[in-house]
């Protein structure tokens, strides 16, 4: 009994010190968790101190240092834990550990993985995932500075960047100097039809430009797409067609792609090429830049890049990348960073004029503007007229003059929420005649497109034209119509507060102004000449009050009068409303006088007899020299 009673005194006291010791190493194992809480938060804190601090490169060394010696703490800590486990008997630190993970847990397993240092790749994507969605404030529609603010990626574009971005974070420098990967090998002859588009160079590498493609009709392109065995063509739109055809030349021929487009920026930071036979709207066929190539060459939106393309790569991404820039605004990248911001350029009252003096097939149009309403090189005109009295014709006659007598213009019509029929003649009659030889483009918004569409387009040309402002280049845009622009604004833009007569909230006009306030003349060089039509007598009071707004904004304004066009008498010009400002800097000295003389004899008779008197006087001669010989001969 005796014995009995000192082995169970023996097994209580045993278990006392067991108790004890599980007890001590619950305590030690507590607090070495504890310091490691601790030390994981000092350090994090730390880390994030010295990353505000420090550049890129400077963040990933520290934040790789410090990972470094955190995962040796863990892991002294961790054998530590096992050692004390190993001799006690209790639950090992991982086991322990792991039962009682938490968040912070995982901010510590984030901490110490070395692989996963590249934190911006993340901070990249998430600012992608996100963003959606048109801005809600009014200012990312009416402040064509902050023009990139409305550059919004669709819905089905946003899904997609994420992968484009970590493609090109993995890209070597080496590929960003212009090194770009060579094609696949050579399978295939490149077919008869596709020999006049493909070029060599010196080198002899073999390449093509996207927009010979996208300048073809769809019967042409489907004819190509043939020719290279893409099945069914006829089943894809023409973006989405172009896009293969480009693929399979790159996959199965060895030819290298280029691309020649307008930039824009998105708020991620990194951008797109646009292309103009897609109006600069998002398309399949457009080509994703990353931030490293726009910060490498200073890029704007709006500038046009010329640079060779490859294909996304196999069930990675979507879009063709940039992989090197050729020109920038038709000249070396390197000057994109030495030019002046276009707002801070000086402008002036235009001094040079266009020279309009041109009669095709006896239509004196131009030479009726070029004596009462003459056109300078930064002019801010207006062109008011109701419905059917001629302003398209006009509009048209007036770019075949300026392109036939100043090949170095670069000219830009954009329709907004016209007919696409308007849009097929402005083609015909303009792109397909001179588009050769000049830079002539027509960007359209059909009245059929949404409201933001009209605004999208809008904001893309004016940037356009002030890129190559820049530069030191004239450019001439054609707007059809800014009353229909700024319908679209007031459908688009959040509520002021504050409406006008007529239904449109005073914010819709903000942007509209600026667009037609841009055109300006340089006193350094390079102008913006904005040709405007403004819509009257439609029977809308919205109409009404867009035109008194933009009334007294321009230097040069031309009336178009229905009653003149019902006796078929073109152009339809109201000679007595019509007129330019400051006049006597356009025309030369020799002329002025006769001008002047002329308006006296046309001031009073009416509307209809001045221009029909102008019309019978300037239809016997064929320029406007001669037309002031005959006056002065005629007394």
Same mark, same amino acid.
């Given at each position: 009994?005796?014995?009995? &009673?000192?082995?169970?005194? #023996?097994?209580?006291?045993?278990?006392?010190?067991?108790?004890?010791?599980?007890?001590?190493?619950?305590?030690?194992?507590?607090?070495?968790?504890?310091?490691?809480?601790?030390?994981?938060?000092?350090?994090?804190?730390?880390?994030?101190?010295?990353? !505000? $601090?420090?550049?890129?490169?400077?963040? !990933?060394?520290?934040?790789?240092?410090?990972?470094?010696?955190?995962?040796?703490?863990?892991?002294?800590?961790?054998?530590?834990?096992?050692?004390?486990?190993?001799? *006690?008997?209790?639950?090992?630190?991982?086991?322990?550990?792991?039962?009682?993970?938490?968040?912070?847990?995982?901010? #510590?397993? *984030?901490?110490?993985?070395? &692989?996963?240092?590249?934190?911006?790749?993340?901070?990249?994507? /998430?600012?992608i995932s996100d963003y959606g969605g048109m801005p809600e404030g009014a200012e990312g529609l009416t402040d064509i500075d902050q023009i990139e603010k409305s550059a919004i990626p669709e819905e089905s574009e946003e899904k997609d960047i994420q992968e484009e971005e970590k493609l090109q974070e993995e890209l070597s420098e080496e590929e960003y100097e212009g090194?770009?990967?060579?094609?696949?090998?050579?399978?295939? &002859?490149?077919?008869?039809?596709? =020999?006049?588009?493909?070029?060599?160079?010196?080198?002899?590498?073999?390449?093509?430009?996207?927009?010979?493609?996208?300048?073809?009709?769809?019967?042409?392109?489907?004819?190509?797409?043939?020719?290279?065995?893409?099945?069914?063509?006829?089943?894809?739109?023409? =973006?989405?067609?172009?896009?293969? #055809?480009?693929?399979?030349?790159?996959?199965?021929?060895?030819?290298?792609?280029?691309?020649?487009?307008?930039?824009?920026?998105?708020?991620?930071?990194?951008?797109?090429?646009?292309? @103009?036979?897609?109006?600069?709207?998002?398309?399949?066929?457009?080509?994703?830049?990353?931030? =490293?190539?726009?910060?490498?060459?200073?890029?704007?939106?709006?500038?046009?890049?010329?640079? !060779?393309?490859?294909?996304?790569?196999?069930?990675?991404?979507?879009?063709?990348?940039?992989? @090197?820039?050729?020109?920038?605004?038709?000249?070396?990248?390197?000057?994109?960073?030495?030019?002046?911001?276009? &707002?801070?350029?000086?402008?002036?009252?235009?001094?040079?004029?266009?020279?309009?003096?041109?009669?095709?097939?006896?239509?004196?149009?131009?030479?009726?503007?070029?004596?009462?309403?003459? #056109?300078?090189?930064? /002019?801010?005109?207006?062109?008011v007229s109701p419905p059917r009295a001629g302003k398209t014709m006009l509009m048209q006659n007036i770019a075949k003059a300026i392109l036939t007598n100043h090949p170095d213009v670069i000219l830009i019509v954009l329709l907004i929420d016209e007919r696409p029929e308007e849009v097929t003649d402005w083609k015909r009659n303009i792109v397909a005649k001179y588009a050769g030889e000049r830079q002539v483009e027509v960007v359209s918004s059909t009245f059929d497109e949404k409201p933001e569409n009209h605004i999208k387009v809008a904001e893309m040309v004016l940037a356009k034209a002030k890129r190559l402002v820049e530069y030191g280049y004239d450019v001439v845009i054609f707007l059809d119509s800014i009353t229909r622009l700024t319908r679209a604004y007031n459908q688009c833009v959040p509520s002021s507060g504050k409406v006008l007569t007529g239904g449109i909230d005073s914010a819709a006009l903000q942007f509209p102004k600026k667009f037609f306030g841009a055109a300006r003349a340089i006193e350094d060089g390079g102008s913006l000449t904005i040709l405007a039509t403004c819509l009257i007598d439609t029977g809308s009071r919205m109409d009404e009050v867009i035109f008194?707004?933009?009334?007294?904004?321009?230097?040069? !304004?031309?009336?178009?009068?229905? $009653?003149?066009?019902e006796k078929r008498i073109f152009p339809a010009i109201d000679v007595h409303r019509s007129g330019t400002r400051r006049e006597e800097l356009l025309i030369p000295s020799d002329i002025l006088p006769k001008v002047w003389l002329l308006r006296k004899v046309l001031q009073p008779m009416s509307t209809t007899d001045a221009m029909e008197l102008l019309y019978e006087k300037m239809s016997k001669t064929r320029t406007n020299t001669e037309f002031f010989e005959l006056l002065a001969k005629e007394g």
């Open positions: 009994m005796e014995k009995q &009673e000192n082995i169970s005194e #023996i097994k209580e006291s045993g278990e006392e010190k067991n108790e004890t010791i599980r007890k001590g190493s619950a305590k030690e194992r507590k607090s070495s968790k504890s310091e490691v809480e601790h030390t994981r938060k000092r350090r994090t804190r730390k880390t994030s101190r010295e990353q !505000e $601090r420090s550049g890129e490169v400077e963040e !990933e060394e520290k934040t790789a240092e410090s990972s470094s010696l955190f995962s040796e703490d863990i892991r002294s800590h961790k054998e530590e834990s096992e050692n004390f486990a190993g001799e *006690y008997g209790i639950a090992s630190y991982d086991e322990e550990f792991s039962s009682n993970q938490t968040s912070s847990g995982e901010e #510590i397993d *984030y901490a110490i993985s070395d &692989e996963r240092v590249g934190e911006d790749v993340r901070e990249q994507s /998430q600012e090194q770009v990967k060579v094609p696949h090998v050579k399978v295939r &002859e490149i077919p008869d039809v596709l =020999q006049g588009m493909i070029e060599v160079d010196e080198k002899g590498k073999k390449y093509i430009l996207l927009n010979k493609i996208s300048a073809k009709s769809i019967s042409e392109i489907i004819e190509i797409a043939r020719s290279l065995g893409i099945s069914d063509p006829t089943s894809f739109r023409r =973006q989405e067609l172009i896009a293969e #055809i480009m693929n399979v030349l790159y996959t199965y021929y060895g030819v290298h792609l280029y691309a020649e487009g307008v930039f824009q920026m998105i708020d991620t930071g990194s951008g797109f090429i646009r292309f @103009s036979h897609n109006n600069y709207l998002q398309s399949n066929d457009d080509v994703f830049v990353s931030k =490293q190539m726009i910060k490498k060459y200073g890029m704007r939106t709006g500038d046009i890049v010329l640079g !060779e393309i490859i294909p996304p790569s196999e069930d990675k991404g979507k879009y063709f990348s940039l992989y @090197s820039v050729e020109k920038i605004n038709f000249a070396e990248p390197r000057k994109a960073r030495e030019r002046t911001l276009f &707002e801070n350029l000086t402008p002036y009252y235009p001094m040079k004029k266009f020279n309009l003096d041109w009669q095709p097939d006896g239509d004196i149009s131009c030479r009726v503007v070029d004596i009462i309403a003459p #056109i300078g090189k930064g /002019q801010r005109g207006l062109i008194e707004e933009f009334k007294g904004t321009g230097n040069m !304004e031309v009336y178009l009068d229905r $009653r003149i066009a």
